[in-house]
């Protein structure tokens, strides 16, 4: 038996201020519902683009991202820092959770054993206000939707879709994502050498050849200033040069999924602040160098277990 119209029930829409308080109350919570002056015309606009929706203020998209990948970006930039009781990254989770417990980001993986979150989605109306917040801030630049590279962006991701002007000469760019596989156009369009400012490069699963990797390996050599460089299931690398030493702030080496990666060289245990090595599914990788032990904040993330035993890195079989 269907309901009569006379029992359906309509809500209705909230205004603007009920809208407002809403928000504050979701997005405020550990300052009881009051916003930060400075947040508040951003604020405010994000709750016009509700429309007066609760379910609208209150949810997200469906954008998901990898928690750890989203954390590593954040230490790599040196937003989040640690100290001698809490590392970066274990801080950056804490913010990341308070970023979900506030309904700014929805947890869409969870731990089930301590609720960690592995993947989230960013709000679509949060994320139209992001991008309006890093234009002004001249974190990036985008026209209709579209990313576009000029001299003054600070965060750059490259697909075959980007507007390029000439970044040489460039000293703000700090973060660039890689995702064209055409590696002779993107050398072409961007002036590596003259990008010096950089502390993230992200590569990941991009397929290169021989070639191009010997050059890029000449660059990245060259960034001084890198705290973060992922080439997770980058095709062909078979090794890291030994020239990696010359990168003394990097703190993060993601080598996930590189299937024909064999080898580390002994260089990057002379890495003062390298936190966090990530070779898993690395089916052709069967040693680390000895010495990794020597590096007091080293975590190695693999198929195997590194322990120090007779000052010698012995690889134990992990069945966890």
Known sequence: MGATESRIHRPRLLDDEESWSLFCKVAFLSTKGKCNTQLEEVGREIVRKCHGLPLAIKTTGDHEIEAEHLVRWWVG??????????????????????????????????SNFDGRVYSCKMPDMVRDMTILVAEDKMFCNFDRGRLIATVNSRHLGVTKETTFQSLAGNSKLRALLLTTTNSTGFNRKIALAEIKTL?????????????????????????????YLNLRDVANLEEIPGSVRKLRGLQILVLRECKELKRLPTSITTLPRLAILDVRGCPSFSCLPQGLSGLSHLKVDSRYRVRQQQKLVTLVRSWH
């Open 77 to 110: 930039e040196g937003l989040v820092r640690g100290d001698d009781t809490e590392t970066a990254t274990y801080v950056a989770f804490n913010y990341l959770s308070e970023l979900v417990s506030r309904c700014l980001v929805e947890a869409v993986q969870r």
């Open 199 to 227: 502390r993230v490069l992200d590569l990941s699963c991009v397929k290169l050849d021989n070639i191009w990797l010997l050059d890029l390996w000449q660059w990245i050599t060259s960034l001084m200033q890198l705290a």
